[in-house]
């Protein structure tokens, strides 16, 4: 079985973060929160083209993972990536150009949501197939272990993609090779409409490791601080050479799956009501407060920095260029030296 890390054990280690390292989490989760609160916004008014999967209600997984990896650490990640893409340091002015479509996005306009590549703070990609981030982290750390770095490499999926082949075929080969890779599976207990206790005979994917012999841990992934204490394990284990590890976190999607989408007919009122009560920003919040590592005056100062950011994007975006047409073909392979050298 895999192990469980929740609120009771977070005390040891999230006790002894500085208090700046305290607010950077809170920062972190409320940079997602009002980057997509935006993005839904914008995408009701038309301004997005393609599909818009928000990553409200689940912030605390990327928040809490990122924030023990470096710029030369590799994340790859799902269609529902822009919390992976803001928490790895891609700007966020660059998010939501991106989504506009617009030539100062992080893929030059090029791809959209499910497209956000920005491999100079190590973001890898956002992807429309589900499952292949898997793999693709499980080469990246095959890579970092070959050319001996003690760089680490992320996989964030959904508990769907752990029902896809790339799931057992990955964790199986990370784990025989002790590549360093952190498997972060966010089980936000649906792929789309279907309920992973339809999907899945076991409602744990964390359970599912030990099979493989990869050590596994299951989190309250609504609480940043229980994800933060597993993460900076497995990324402890990972550079010093101990190997991959797993780790689920249980959340929630409280929008739709996609913008635009119905959200009715697969799941009850009163399910989505309970998980917003579990809200992980205002929980976090009301921790920092409690523990008094943090004053109000600290997280308002936070909130309308943030709030000022998040509408800076958008004003950015908006006034950005469009790609010029006759430079379709270009920024859609490799070009550049610059990613060469830093992956090199
Ligand atoms: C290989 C593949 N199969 C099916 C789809 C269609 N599809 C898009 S999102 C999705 C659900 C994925 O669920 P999950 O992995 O739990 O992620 P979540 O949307 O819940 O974050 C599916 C089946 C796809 N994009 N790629
Ligand atoms: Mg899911």
Redesign the pocket.
Known sequence: MATTSSQATENQNSETLEKQEYLDLYRGLLLIRRTEEQLAKSYAAGMIHGAC?TYVG?EAIATGVCAHLRPDDAVFS???GHGHALAKGVPPREVVAELFGRVTGCSRGRGGSMHLFAPEVGMMGTS?????CILQATGAGYSFKLLKTDRVAVAF??????N?GAFHEGINLATIWKLPVIFVC???L???E?P?SYSSGNPNVGDRGPAYGLPSVIVDGNDVLAVYEAAGEAVRRARAGEGPTLIEGKTY?TRA?SEGMRDAGYRSQEEIDSWKARDPLPAYRTELLKRGVAAEDDLQEIESDVQSIVEHAAEFAEQSPWPDPTTAATHVYSETSENEAHYA
């Open positions: 999967h689940e799902t269609h529902r429309g197939i589900v499952g292949p999926f959904g508990d769907g993609a752990s896809n966010e089980n936000n649906y792929a789309t279907v992973f999607r799956h």
